[in-house]
């Protein structure tokens, strides 16, 4: 999956260090994440209620919008933070986007196929190439009822220490067995 690229040298060039520091204490904990082309948006709840923030990642400077007071003259910590949970994050701006596993190439596109497909959808596709959750358990040394556990809170958008290495085993399998 290729979105577009955002670097910390670009905030660094917009953003004052104290506004990239503060920006530390945002980063992941917005709401309603998406990208339209180069646009990327987002919702954080800030001191004085919930601001929508907005970059364009293709302009040179980057240009923004928040609805914070300080968003309306400078690149506020808003602003930064939006960027640096793109940077850091990427696939919570992209989760409705799917990339086809034999499309896989890098450490990065493993790293968003994980993080955008299912546990489910891969238990799926196991089953499809005659792989049964049980010999999955057996292999991981992960019980069953923990699989399940894993699954239920993967479907929510919980994610636990488990669930990444889960996937990965699941997509090791799948390369082997399909």
């Known amino acids: 999956m290729q979105l577009k690229?955002?670097?910390?040298?670009?905030?660094?060039?917009i953003s004052s260090s104290i506004n990239l520091q503060r920006a530390e204490n945002y980063v992941g904990k917005f709401n309603s994440c998406s990208i339209?082309?180069?646009c990327i948006k987002g919702t954080i709840k800030g001191n004085h209620g919930d601001?929508?923030?907005s970059l364009n990642i293709?302009?040179?400077p980057i240009q923004f919008e928040c609805d914070c007071e300080k968003g309306k003259d400078v690149f506020c910590k808003h602003a930064a933070a939006l960027g640096l949970t793109y940077i850091y994050t990427p696939?919570?701006?992209a989760s409705?986007?799917?990339m086809d596993r034999s499309a896989l190439r890098t450490t990065d596109d493993i790293q968003f196929y994980i993080k955008t497909t299912t546990l489910k959808q891969l238990l799926d596709d196991l089953?499809?190439?005659s792989v049964s959750i049980s010999q999955l358990a057996e292999l991981t040394g992960i019980a069953m009822?923990?699989?399940s556990c894993l699954v239920k809170d993967d479907a929510d958008g919980k994610n636990h220490a488990l669930t990444d290495p889960l996937k990965m085993s699941c997509l090791f399998l799948l390369e082997k067995y399909s």
């Open 5 to 13: 690229k955002l670097t910390e040298e670009q905030l660094k060039n």
């Open 36 to 38: 339209d082309n180069s």
């Open 51 to 53: 601001y929508t923030v």
């Open 58 to 60: 293709d302009t040179d």
């Open 91 to 93: 696939w919570v701006f």
């Open 96 to 98: 409705n986007q799917k």
């Open 127 to 129: 089953k499809t190439a």
């Open 145 to 147: 009822k923990q699989i």
